[in-house]
């Protein structure tokens, strides 16, 4: 089954927001409320950000929101700060046999 | 805290085989479905497999479908990936993740990753 589709790079200054996306099907981001969005920085594993589509890990800062619309769920980051740069993968359960979904990841570049 | 620690790593030639381990500590092990995730080196994460709390359930990207086996002990609190017949592609990081305690994936807590390098 195909990845789920996210904009390769993304940029904004400090202070702006940014929005990055992440396209599925109804057999995954349409059809279940179990999206994930986690921030990668450079060498370091994948740190939970928002999960279920909008809720925030005790801790995550509340600059950070996520959303969804049909088959597409929505990262927000407003208030860009420098260390907000890093990479930034969605993720999904699906009901085919693959259980779990992971986009090809999105660079945010903060200018 | 929730802690997760790979090890097992390292380089292999073409059709070896390694097994990778994960041990977690700071949760009751025993009551969570966990994960192996991939990432090759400048790619994106990959799934690769699952398995329930009981270690009764077992799934698998196609990608390695027949090659890897996934397992766990829940008496040590450890998690395992046995690898077969090794490619070149299966060169990547490789996670040791937990999902939600509803456990439905996607994973909540990650580790910080082991390399496997598939190379002759």
């Known amino acids: 089954q195909s990845a789920l589709t996210q904009p390769a790079s993304v940029s904004g200054s400090p202070g702006q927001s940014i929005t990055i996306s992440c396209t599925g099907t109804s057999s995954d981001v349409g059809g279940y409320n179990y999206v994930s969005w986690y921030q990668q920085l450079p060498g370091k594993a994948p740190k939970l950000m928002i999960y279920d589509v909008s809720n925030r890990p005790s801790g995550v800062s509340n600059r950070f929101s996520g959303s969804k619309s049909g088959n597409t769920a929505s990262l927000t980051i407003s208030g860009l700060q420098p260390e907000d740069e890093a990479d930034y993968h969605c993720?999904?359960?699906?009901?085919?046999?693959?259980?779990?979904?992971f986009g090809g990841g999105t660079k945010l570049t903060v200018l | 805290e929730v802690q997760l620690v790979e090890s097992g790593g390292g380089l292999v030639k073409p059709g070896g085989s390694l097994r990778l381990s994960c041990a977690a500590s700071?949760?009751?092990?025993?009551?969570?479905?966990m994960n192996w995730v991939r990432q090759a080196p400048g790619k994106g994460l990959e799934w690769v497999s699952s398995?329930?709390?009981?270690?009764?359930?077992?799934y698998y990207a196609d990608s390695v479908k027949g090659r890897f086996t996934v397992s766990r002990d829940n008496a040590k609190n450890s998690l395992y990936l046995q690898m077969n017949s090794l490619r070149d592609e299966d060169t990547a990081v490789y996670y040791c993740?937990?999902?939600?305690?509803?456990?439905?994936?996607?994973?909540?807590?990650w580790g910080q990753g082991t390399l496997v390098t598939v190379s002759s």
């Open positions: 398995i329930s709390s009981s270690g009764t359930y077992t």
């Open positions: 993720s999904s359960y699906t009901s085919s046999g693959t259980l779990v979904l």
């Open positions: 700071g949760f009751t092990f025993r009551t969570y479905s």
């Open positions: 993740a937990r999902d939600p305690s509803r456990s439905i994936p996607p994973p909540d807590y």
